[in-house]
């Protein structure tokens, strides 16, 4: 097919724009099939929500009393657990100089609750004993003449001599199946112990503590590449230790490398990671590891990688907390001031229509329409990612999306001042909107450009509130970019070609006797005089 | 009224109507400057910054099992028991519940504020607690926010640089953009208002509207001065002040469609309900998108012409188009560039063959100093007639 029209170019925007829209409308009907609604999810100042006093304790310190630094890491940790990506808007304090209150609309879930709550008492152990979960009782159970008895002081993490007659009794009679109890019992970090994994699919006898969650620097998770640099579809987990725990981690793999080199099914090569006394990971040493960054790969799907890696991540402080209450609060703003910000939308937004419809007459028509299109289009992506994410509108949100009307509308002025300025010179209407259009696209994609720089650039870096803005000063910047080149401008492009418009109608704000378009050369030497256009 | 902007427009178009604003660029750079170094006194004069509760904390009241859940009674036993209390926050957090927030007390006007809300509401001493919350926005978020501000004008500052193919648009734009903070934080301060997480949010959409409205007048100086030098009708200095007054009704337009929701946020907000986030929020956005739309106008398009006419090679250009001028010839130029920014669109020429333009021979009238250039507009022979057969 050789050059389309623009007509046709501009039916098959529209078409793409309908697309959207349909496809918006499917995904909100589909989610409110699976508990999702057509309304928007309303933050915590209008909605209300959960309130939680959080009691923050140092783990292992004697009298359990938090510092000003350590209550402000506290602060940090809690916000990144329930509201990791800014956009619910939950409310993160302290009280009394010792606690942590946390607000959050809606109610709390059970896993978010655990999340809260989880100890962040995370330690490293060389693995010395495997083995399923079950109990190994009468026969089962290795004679009271056969049990180990050490031989020797231990000399590392991996030494068979930490293990005394009463731990491996111990960890004959303990049975990872049976109900976890409440209170994980206080382990030595300088002793051998017995431990289960989280899942309860094995147990073990762990070397003393080696390194601490506090010597993880990060973590992160990513598919696995191979050394050609290919991904395999695998999930790993990247720890990134700090600068004092790589050499002592090098010493550890050498160590267990070696082990793994003679049999690489010994127990001895593998370090278990504990998260609250158990055993979240313990991962086999492939490699001996000097640059502190191992990678931990192996049954891993996106979702369970993730959670190891925040596991790690937030594991690294030694602080757990105690929910000393919880109660459903009321939305803290009146419902009086969401009816009167609403309000004043309305009224502001018949303001913008009036005085669009002063300055660009029936073009007016155009801004206004595409102004409800973004407007419905925003609505939607607000609904979607409500149910996708946790998206919240507060009413600061809301007043953001009511200024965002400013700068939606604004590219239609640039556009439609463009091609004013090129009915001036002397164009004809529809070769105006083309010409108008090839360098409007230019300043609105460059312009536009620089807010979603900003909304992706505070969305990455900040925290909290300032991430939920630039979430939603992201969404209004595309909506706008969706509806200028999809809309706006097929839409002109139709109209134009319409009788009406085409020839500049009286009220079709394109008239080019209003916008002085006669052409200034008129022949034989004649000049149009400024004197004469003012009359 | 419409038919005036319009003509106002046609006016500034063709240049028959102009603003100095490169011209006097040293004028408006001084009121500028002065601006700013005022809007700096205002916290200083005013003894800081009114930072509120969210920032530093404060007292807070629960008064549990009450009858009525009316936040007036609350409100008003707070402000006679503690008139010097700022930012006094009622709420009825939970059915029988009030909740007071307030700016810090002292031992005494805790005491006397636990005493009047217990007795405001009717409740038993034990029903009225009293803490010390802390600041809901943290330092954590503010250093964050602050990272993540530097980042985005770094990166805003490059990638201005180059899609405009020169540093000194960035710097200029950069200018204007700390003009407009810098003054909107100053008009804020000087309203009184406390400084809110509202605010702030307010001043961060400031920010980023001041270098967007920026990167739309920039962008027509680059069309105005594309391949200027190779032409002899007009000076660097004339081209950049005509595309400033050719996109100024669009500035006039942008800011009044902007300011027009957020005014009557504003009216609302401030006359209606009283302090609270739709106040704070619409105060920084409105003063923000009207001194934004200055600070492009007055600060970065002058501060750029200033930047460019020292360049040796626009000198030399502005002499030899006022030599010319003085010469005589200046009447009728012959533009020899094509003007790239006006350029035909190649997917528009063979579908539409009829629209493309002959070209005529073009000239240029010189008025007030500024010329006419009418390179930049091909005169279309085939006008109305034909485009109704579309």
């Known amino acids: 097919m050789a050059q389309r029209s623009p007509r046709k170019k501009a039916k098959s925007a529209l078409g793409g724009m309908i697309a959207i829209v349909a496809l918006l409308v499917g995904a909100v009907f589909t989610s409110t099939l699976i508990g999702g609604s057509w309304g928007a999810k309303l933050a915590l100042d209008l909605s209300g929500g959960t309130q939680m006093v959080l009691a923050p304790k140092v783990n292992g310190s004697e009298d359990n009393q938090v510092n000003e630094d350590q209550l402000n890491q506290a602060v940090e940790i809690i916000r990144q657990r329930v509201d990791g990506s800014g956009v619910s808007e939950a409310e993160v304090t302290t009280q009394s100089g010792s606690n942590v209150v946390v607000s959050m609309p809606g109610t709390v879930d059970q896993a978010t609750r655990e999340l809260i709550q989880a100890s962040a008492q995370m330690a490293f152990r060389a693995v010395l004993v495997a083995g399923g979960p079950e109990a190994q009782t009468g026969d089962a159970a290795t004679p009271e003449d056969e049990l180990p008895q050490p031989t020797a002081e231990p000399t590392n993490g991996s030494d068979s001599n930490w293990i005394t007659a009463d731990l491996r009794k111990e960890y004959e009679a303990t049975s990872c199946s049976a109900q976890k109890s409440e209170e994980t019992e206080a382990q030595n970090p300088n002793e051998a112990v017995v431990a289960c994994s989280t899942d309860g699919t094995e147990k073990y006898i762990l070397g003393p503590v080696e390194l601490n969650g506090s010597d993880i620097q990060d973590a992160s998770f990513s598919q696995v590449s191979n050394s050609t640099g290919v991904t395999t579809g695998q999930w790993g987990v990247n720890i990134e230790f700090n600068e004092s725990a790589r050499q002592k981690f090098e010493e550890i793999t050498t160590r267990m490398y070696q082990l793994y080199g003679q049999n690489p099914n010994d127990p001895k090569a593998r370090f278990a990671i504990m998260l609250d006394g158990d055993v979240i990971s313990a991962p086999v040493t492939q490699a001996v590891i000097s640059d502190g960054n191992p990678q931990i790969t192996g049954n891993f799907n996106e979702q369970s990688a993730q959670a190891l890696s925040e596991q790690l991540k937030y594991g690294a402080l030694p602080i757990s907390f105690d929910i000393q209450s919880e109660q459903q609060i009321s939305a803290t703003l009146g419902a009086n001031q969401l009816k009167m910000g609403l309000i004043a939308g309305v009224i502001g937004l018949l303001l913008v229509f009036i005085y669009s419809l002063f300055q660009y007459r029936l073009l007016g028509f155009v801004t206004i329409a595409s102004l409800v299109v973004a407007g419905v289009i925003s609505y939607l992506a607000i609904v979607i990612l409500g149910t996708i994410m946790n998206y919240r509108l507060s009413l600061a949100g809301i007043a953001g999306l009511i200024v965002a009307v400013g700068q939606t509308a604004d590219s239609f002025i640039v556009y439609f001042e463009r091609i004013r300025d090129e009915i001036r010179g002397g164009r004809t209407i529809p070769s105006a909107v083309d010409h108008g259009w090839a360098s409007a696209k230019k300043t609105i994609l460059a312009s536009k450009a620089v807010n979603l720089l900003a909304a992706v650039v505070l969305y990455l870096v900040s925290v909290g509130s300032v991430r939920g803005f630039a979430f939603t000063l992201g969404l209004t910047a595309i909506a706008d970019l969706i509806v200028v080149f999809l809309f706006t401008h097929p839409a002109l492009v139709l109209l134009t070609r319409t009788n009406y418009f085409g020839n500049g109608g009286k009220h079709s704000g394109l008239d080019p006797r209003a916008l002085d378009a006669a052409p200034v050369y008129r022949g034989a030497g004649r000049f149009r005089s400024f004197a004469e256009k003012g009359a | ?390």
Not at chain 2, 169 to 178: K, R
Not at chain 2, 322 to 331: Q, V, W
């Open chain 2, 1 to 390: 009224m419409a038919n005036t902007l319009a003509r106002f427009g046609n006016a500034l178009h063709s240049g028959e109507k102009s603003f100095g604003f490169v011209p006097k660029r040293k004028l408006w750079l001084g009121i500028a400057t002065l601006l700013v170094l005022l809007s700096l006194l205002v916290p200083v004069v005013k003894g800081g910054f009114n930072l509120g509760i969210d920032f530093r904390g404060g007292s807070e009241f629960t008064v549990s099992d009450v009858a009525t859940d009316d936040v007036s009674v609350g409100e008003q036993a707070v402000g006679e028991s503690a008139p010097e209390a700022s930012d006094v926050r009622v709420t009825a957090i939970a059915p029988g519940t009030i909740r007071a927030q307030m700016g810090e007390l002292t031992d005494d006007q805790t005491l006397a504020v636990k005493d009047a809300l217990q007795k405001a509401y009717g409740v038993s001493e034990n029903e009225v607690t009293s803490s010390f919350v802390g600041p809901t926005w943290g330092a954590d978020v503010t250093r964050q926010a602050l990272l993540g501000l530097v980042i985005f004008v770094v990166l805003a500052l490059i990638g201005m640089a180059l899609y405009f193919r020169t540093w000194k648009m960035s710097l200029a734009a950069i200018a204007g953009l700390v003009f407009t903070v810098v003054v909107t934080v100053g008009i804020y301060a000087l309203v009184g208002f406390e400084i809110t997480p509202s605010a702030i949010i307010g001043f961060l959409t400031i920010l980023s509207y001041s270098l967007y409205d920026s990167v739309v007048v920039f962008d027509k100086i680059r069309e105005n001065t594309q391949g200027l030098l190779s032409r002899r009708d007009s000076t660097y200095g004339e081209q950049v002040n005509l595309a400033v007054n050719q996109t100024l009704v669009r500035s006039i337009n942008t800011s009044v469609v902007g300011a027009l929701p957020v005014g009557a946020i504003l009216f609302i907000g401030a006359f209606i309900l009283g302090a609270g986030t739709l106040r704070d929020l619409s105060l920084s956005l409105f003063v923000g998108i009207i001194v934004g739309t200055l600070g492009t106008i007055f600060v970065s398009a002058p501060l750029y012409g200033m930047l460019r006419l020292g360049e040796r090679e626009i000198r030399e250009h502005t002499r030899m188009v006022e030599d010319a001028r003085a010469g005589g010839s200046a009447g009728l130029q012959r533009a020899t560039a094509a003007e790239d920014g006006l350029g035909e669109p190649a997917e528009n020429q063979q579908a539409e063959p009829e629209e493309t333009p002959v070209k005529k021979p073009q000239f240029t009238i010189t008025v007030n100093n500024f010329s006419l250039d009418d390179s930049t507009q091909d005169i279309d022979s085939s006008s109305q007639s034909e485009s109704g057969q579309k």
